[in-house]
């Protein structure tokens, strides 16, 4: 398996990889793309996201990227978890929702959908069975739970397997639990094994 984590504001792939070490699960490689100027877009996530362009869409460019030398690494997407905290969760749903494929997993902490407009679901199911892990904290001071829960029905809606949870509190975290929760996720077999690979734990940024 690996992961793509992507970090928040104000943060780097440092962090996302310090936090890595905070998951008890072996055999994942880390991949970690950074924003330009240590952020993704300039304005809050929840205003319309004209306001955020062209930002958003060169960070998704980015993503993007990053999953393209994954597969080149030999990781297809069903091997492959996503994973973001803060703005990088809100870039990472925004992401999933405008691109949706059958990915291995997500972990979204603290985050949502961006812009200020609701998102229709497609017909069909292109997340049917993908494990979604969301946590966030009842009062944060970013990200707002009801926006965290808006994206969790929408996810699910696109066939998603949802396990959302939101704590109480109003630091901007990524709690114990969650931490633990994403270990039990990203322990289980992929869905497709990758194969011509012996995975290592590290950190590529």
């Known amino acids: 398996m690996a992961v793509m984590a ?20 072996h055999g994942i490689r880390y ?6 100027g240590d952020s993704w877009y300039p304005r809050p996530f929840m205003e319309p996201i004209e306001g955020n362009e062209p930002y ?18 030999g990781f297809a997407p069903q091997d492959t978890v996503l994973w973001g905290f803060s703005q990088g969760a809100c870039l990472l749903s925004h992401f999933i929702l405008t691109t949706p494929m ?25 997340l049917h069975g993908v494990p979604v892990l969301i946590r966030s904290i009842e009062h944060d001071p970013w ?10 029905e929408i996810l699910t809606r696109l066939g998603a397997k949802v396990d959302l ?25 992929p869905r497709k094994p990758a194969a011509r690979h012996s995975h290592q734990h590290s950190a590529d940024q």
Do not use: C, W
């Open 165 to 189: 949870r939101i704590s109480p509190g109003s630091e901007h975290i990524i709690t114990d639990e969650a931490m633990s929760a994403a270990s039990r996720l990203l322990s289980q077999e």
């Open 6 to 25: 992507v970090h928040g504001r104000g943060q780097s792939p440092s962090f996302m990889q310090e936090q890595s070490l905070r998951i008890r699960s």
């Open 143 to 152: 990200v707002p739970s009801s926006r965290v829960q808006d994206t969790a």
């Open 31 to 36: 991949y970690a793309p950074r924003a330009f």
């Open 56 to 73: 958003v869409a060169e960070a998704q460019e980015a993503l993007r990227a990053t999953l393209l030398r994954m597969q080149d690494d």
């Open 102 to 126: 059958p990915f291995g997993g997500l972990l979204l902490f603290t985050g949502g959908y961006i812009g200020n407009e609701s998102v229709e679901s497609q017909q069909d199911k292109p």
